[in-house]
C-alpha cells in the first residue's frame, strides 16, 4: 500500500520552518542590494549579514529554517548550477587551455594537502581550502564540506573559508587585470589567465570585462571549465574518503556518504550539454540557483559565531592566501607556455 499523502504534516513542517527560511530569505535580499548599489561581494556581504544575526540561531522560531536554509537550499543551489555548465566549453577552448585549467586545480588540490600541516591544520581544512580556491569558491566549498567526516569545527571552518576565499577573489578581481596590463598580456592571454586564477565566477566576470569585452567572454568560459570540474573532483575525493574512514575504523565506523546533490549537479550539466531544457528554463534554473547559494550562504552566516571563526587562527589565513598565489603563478606560468 502507498503511504497517504499527509497534507496537514507538510503544512505544520512548513509553518514551522517559515521565519527562519525568511530571515535567510531577508539577508540574501539586503546582501544583493548592498553588492548592486556599492559593488561589495553578495556572498560575503550575505555573509557578514548573517554572522551580525547569529542570535537568531541559537533559540526561538528561527532555528529550524535557518537549518534547513544552511543545509537542504544549500544543496539545491549547488546542484542547479549545473546549468551552467555545458561540454561545449570544452571544445571551445581547445586541448592546450584544458590541460592548463586541469592541472591547475589537481596541483593546488594537492599543494593544499601537502601545506595544511605546515600551517597547524589537518588534510580536512587543506582539501576544503584548496578545492574551494583551485574550482569555484563557495559552491566548491560547500560541495566539498559536505562529502568530509563531521567533527565539532567542521562549520566554521566552511565559514572561515568561504569568506577568507571571497575577500582574495575581490582583491585579485582588483589587481589581475591590472597585473596582466603591466605583463604585457593581450587580449586573449589576459582572458585565460583571469579565467583560470580568480576564484568566484562574479569576480572572473567582472575582472575579464574590465580588460575588454572580448578577455570577459574568454574568462568566463575558462572560470565555466573550471565549475565543471567541481563534480569529478569531488567524486573522486569522496571515494577516497570513504576508503580511509573506512580503513582507520576498521570497517565498522561511519562513512561519509557521497552527496546527491553532486550526482543532480552532474544530471544539471548533462541536461544543459544535450540542449533538451528550453532557454528559458536553463536561465531560470541559474538564477534559483544564484539566490539558492545567496540565501544559504546568509544561512551559515546566521548559524556562525564570529569568535569561533577567528579561533581558525593566521595560520589559515597564510594557507588560503598561499594557494592563491599558488595557482595564480600556475595559470600565468602556463599562460606563457602556451
Not at 585549467?101 to 582539501?127: D, K, Y
Not at 576508503?243 to 548533462?270: C, D, K, N, Q, W
Request: charge should be neutral.
Amino acid at each position: 500500500m502507498f503511504r497517504r499523502f499527509d497534507t496537514q504534516s507538510w503544512v505544520e513542517a512548513g509553518r514551522v520552518a517559515a521565519p527562519g527560511l525568511a530571515v535567510a530569505l531577508l539577508v540574501a535580499v539586503a546582501a544583493q542590494f548592498v553588492s548592486e548599489h556599492y559593488g561589495a561581494p553578495a556572498m560575503l556581504m550575505a555573509l557578514l549579514f548573517g554572522i551580525a544575526l547569529n542570535f537568531l540561531s541559537e533559540e526561538g522560531r528561527c532555528v529550524v529554517g535557518i537549518d534547513i536554509a544552511a543545509r537542504t537550499i544549500l544543496r539545491l543551489g549547488v546542484a542547479l548550477l549545473g546549468f551552467r555548465v555545458s561540454m561545449e566549453i570544452f571544445f571551445d577552448l581547445g586541448v592546450p587551455v584544458l590541460l592548463l585549467v586541469v592541472l591547475s586545480v589537481a596541483a593546488t588540490i594537492a599543494a593544499g594537502l601537502l601545506l595544511a600541516p605546515l600551517f597547524g591544520h589537518g588534510w580536512r581544512f587543506g582539501l576544503l581550502s584548496a578545492g574551494s580556491v583551485a574550482i569555484c569558491g563557495a559552491s566548491a566549498a560547500i560541495a566539498i564540506a559536505a562529502i568530509l567526516p563531521k567533527d565539532d569545527r567542521s562549520e566554521e571552518r566552511l565559514i572561515f573559508t568561504i569568506a577568507v576565499v571571497t575577500l582574495l577573489s575581490t582583491l585579485a578581481m582588483v589587481m589581475y587585470p591590472i597585473g596582466a596590463t603591466l605583463a604585457g598580456l593581450d587580449t586573449d592571454q589576459s582572458g585565460v589567465f583571469i579565467g583560470a586564477a580568480i576564484h568566484d565566477v562574479a569576480q572572473v566576470v567582472g575582472a575579464g570585462f574590465s580588460v575588454s569585452d572580448e578577455a570577459g567572454e574568454i574568462a568566463t568560459v575558462v572560470k565555466l571549465l573550471r565549475v565543471a570540474l567541481l563534480a569529478p573532483v569531488v567524486f573522486i575525493a569522496a571515494i577516497v574518503i570513504r576508503i580511509r574512514v573506512s580503513e582507520a575504523s576498521g570497517g565498522s565506523g561511519p562513512v561519509p556518504v557521497f552527496p546527491a546533490f553532486i550526482l543532480l549537479f552532474g544530471l544539471a550539466a548533462l541536461l544543459n550539454s544535450l540542449n533538451v531544457v528550453p532557454a528559458l528554463l536553463v536561465d531560470f534554473a541559474t538564477q534559483a540557483s544564484r539566490w539558492f547559494l545567496l540565501t544559504a550562504i546568509a544561512a551559515v552566516g546566521l548559524k556562525t559565531s564570529l569568535a569561533r571563526v577567528l579561533a581558525v587562527g593566521p595560520g589559515a589565513i597564510a594557507l588560503v592566501s598561499l594557494e592563491t598565489l599558488f595557482i595564480g603563478s600556475l595559470a600565468f606560468a602556463g599562460v606563457h607556455a602556451i
